[in-house]
């Protein structure tokens, strides 16, 4: 069985393989040596770590002794092209879920957008080739950018159940123009890369997909762990090319 590790910026999730199918999946709010060690249980074989932001070096040494560890870094390979320009600066998070959309529909056109702390859009072409996307504020981050930078307005908490289109308070101008703003721009960019990119696929991931999936018009698949699924194809790949697989 295989152990995936996404480390987010605000939380990290894990996933236990058995092939390609989650058997469980976990999103962790605290994670430390002794949570790391219970994920890794017993029958746990392989394992692949990504992370925006340091961890401790005590992981790395523990999975090292224990499973055929990958940290997928940019000299991993992946069983996709990438097209990014500036492949060392590529959120690693960010081309696991295009490999893990282009393993879902493959000789398709497909647009990724990960909705967590940033908004992440990320095509893959219909000949498996990762070109690249976009990056936006995601919606905490567009409340606590207006309180930050402002010295009257007040920070205010996502209410996605709020669906006026004129604001009559402050706090109900800020929801509509943080949470409408968003949805907005998600639209505008599904149409226009739906213009460009003939059979777009779109896959919605992070921790505001449900209230997107349910805002957003049109078929629209969610995978919440969509980063895991495409960490687990490439350490399947990448335990194939080392011979490590039964």
């Not at 340091?54 to 390979?77: C, M, R």
């Not at 990119?197 to 957003?216: N, T, V």
Request: aromatic residues 8%; positive net charge; contains cysteine.
């Amino acid at each position: 069985m295989n152990l995936t590790i996404d480390i987010g910026n605000t939380s990290v999730k894990t996933a236990v393989f058995k092939g390609s199918k989650i058997s469980e999946a976990t999103v962790h709010k605290a994670f430390d040596s002794k949570a790391l060690k219970a994920v890794a249980h017993k029958g746990i074989e392989n394992v692949i770590l990504c992370t925006v932001t340091a961890y401790p070096i005590e992981w790395k040494k523990y999975l090292s002794q224990h499973f055929n560890f990958i940290e997928f870094g940019d000299k991993t390979v992946v069983p996709i092209k990438n097209n990014y320009q500036s492949p060392a600066t590529l959120g690693k998070d960010r081309l696991a879920c295009a490999v893990a959309a282009n393993a879902m529909f493959p000789g398709k056109n497909v647009l990724t957008i990960n909705a967590g702390t940033c908004i992440t859009y990320d095509l893959i072409d219909q000949k498996g080739v990762y070109q690249g996307g976009a990056i936006s504020p995601g919606l905490e981050m567009r409340f606590k950018a207006m309180h930050t930078f402002t010295d009257r307005l007040p920070l205010v908490e996502a209410d996605t159940k709020f669906k006026a289109l004129v604001g009559k308070t402050t706090e109900q101008s800020m929801r509509i123009g943080a949470q409408q703003g968003m949805l907005r721009e998600i639209e505008g960019t599904i149409a226009a890369y739906k213009a460009k990119y003939p059979g777009l696929q779109i896959i919605l991931s992070g921790g505001s997909h449900q209230w997107l999936k349910a805002s957003l018009k049109g078929k629209i698949n969610t995978q919440p762990f969509l980063t895991l699924k495409g960490l687990n194809v490439i350490l399947a790949s990448n335990l194939t090319k080392r011979g490590l697989t039964k």
